[in-house]
T-cell receptor, first 114, second 115 residues
Framework: QKEVEQNSGPLSVPEGAIASLNCTYS??????FFWYRQYSGKSPELIMF????GDKEDGRFTAQLNKASQYVSLLIRDSQPSDSATYLC??????????????FGQGTILTVHP | DTEVTQTPKHLVMGMTNKKSLKCEQH?????MYWYKQKAKKPPELMFV???????INESVPSRFSPECPNSSLLNLHLHALQPEDSALYLC??????????????FGPGTRLTVT
């Protein structure tokens, strides 16, 4: 069973702080990693994807990937109350019966308080 | 444009009804997906269509029947559902499975209630 685990929440940060969301995965062959944001009652929205080791930045979001450690993270700088949501880490299966499938973590609830 | 549309937004159906959920994308994507999401849980994959052919069926009960009439449309036919099938049903699409762009984009979902 391929697994994706996210740091247990909920995570609460003050407005303007950096929120750090972490995810580990068990399938060492995985190549594609995604972060989705999901507001209550809404569908998941893709906010970042990363395929290579290192950092990828997009506005206030930075995704970090370390394949050797099987670890992917999402940093949100200058957190805003509108960032309050559930963040889902997803990993694309590399082969066998997992090929092409996204495996999701359980999600981390982030609350940004004014 | 990364828009996937789904209709209806909400659906209430009895256990003896037959209904269909519809999904459409105009991004030229050749892979389309159905997911089911229960409250406070991550999405669970149900079906994958790649180039309009069913490529993955995650052992979904036969009361759920997918259909891909063309490369832009995906349907999910529902029949004799159970109350435990009540959930948010999500459609997603991505470029073809055999490319390097694997990003999946979700539609807004259909909130299904089975009474």
């Amino acid at each position: 069973q391929k697994e994706v685990e996210q740091n247990s929440g909920p995570l609460s940060v003050p407005e303007g702080a950096i929120a750090s969301l972490n995810c580990t995965y068990s399938d060492r062959g995985s190549q594609s990693f995604f972060w989705y944001r999901q507001y209550s009652g809404k569908s998941p929205e893709l906010i970042m994807f990363i395929y290579s080791n290192g950092d990828k930045e997009d506005g206030r979001f930075t995704a970090q990937l370390n394949k050797a450690s099987q670890y992917v993270s999402l940093l949100i700088r200058d957190s805003q109350p509108s960032d309050s949501a559930t963040y889902l880490c997803a990993v694309r299966g590399a082969g066998g019966t997992s090929y092409g499938k996204l495996t999701f973590g359980q999600g981390t609830i982030l609350t940004v308080h004014p | 444009d990364t828009e996937v549309t789904q209709t209806p937004k909400h659906l209430v159906m009895g256990m003896t009804n037959k209904k269909s959920l519809k999904c459409e994308q105009h991004m030229g994507h050749r892979a389309m997906y159905w997911y089911k999401q229960k409250a406070k849980k991550p999405p669970e994959l149900m079906f994958v269509y790649s180039y309009e052919k069913l490529s993955i069926n995650e052992s979904v009960p036969s009361r759920f029947s997918p259909e891909c009439p063309n490369s832009s449309l995906l349907n999910l036919h529902l029949h004799a559902l159970q109350p435990e099938d009540s959930a948010l049903y999500l459609c997603a699409s991505s470029q073809a499975e055999d490319t390097s762009a694997y990003e999946q984009y979700f539609g807004p979902g259909t909130r299904l209630t089975v009474t």
